[in-house]
């Protein structure tokens, strides 16, 4: 299983970016899949997570109202829009899956990791 990240980049305050998450690697779609993040000089943080079918969402509550996370089983594709974005969004955001069908509440569940991809907000 494969996962590949990318969309990251550099932002100004208040602009919006989407990062996306293609799966390869896997014939089913019974695992949920998250977004995390990790500044410098930070730990990893959850950003957001979905069930399989996309039918169920978390958020953290740093980036509720501004983030929204999805998923297209058809594109094998996860996505994380950012709106509103702030200088302390700026991080290697990471997706990751998980086995089962709704998210994990332990990051360490998620069995799968995607090489991670740079957003930069300036103010």
């Known amino acids: 299983v494969q996962l590949q990240a990318s969309g990251g980049g550099s932002v100004q305050a208040g602009d919006s970016l989407r990062l996306s998450c293609t799966v390869s690697?896997?014939?089913?779609?019974?695992?949920?899949m998250g977004w995390f993040r990790q500044a410098p000089g930070k730990e990893r943080e959850f950003v957001a997570g979905v069930s399989w079918n996309g039918g169920v969402t978390y958020v953290a509550e740093y980036v509720k109202g501004r983030f929204t996370i999805s998923r297209d089983n058809s594109k094998n594709t996860l996505y994380l829009q950012m709106n509103s974005m702030k200088p302390e969004d700026t991080a290697v955001y990471y997706c990751?899956?998980?086995?089962?069908?709704?998210?994990?509440?332990?990051?360490?569940?998620?069995?799968?990791w995607g090489q991670g991809t740079l957003v930069t907000v300036s103010s």
């Open positions: 690697g896997r014939t089913d779609r019974d695992y949920a």
């Open positions: 990751a899956s998980a086995p089962g069908r709704y998210t994990p509440s332990s990051m360490a569940s998620y069995a799968f």
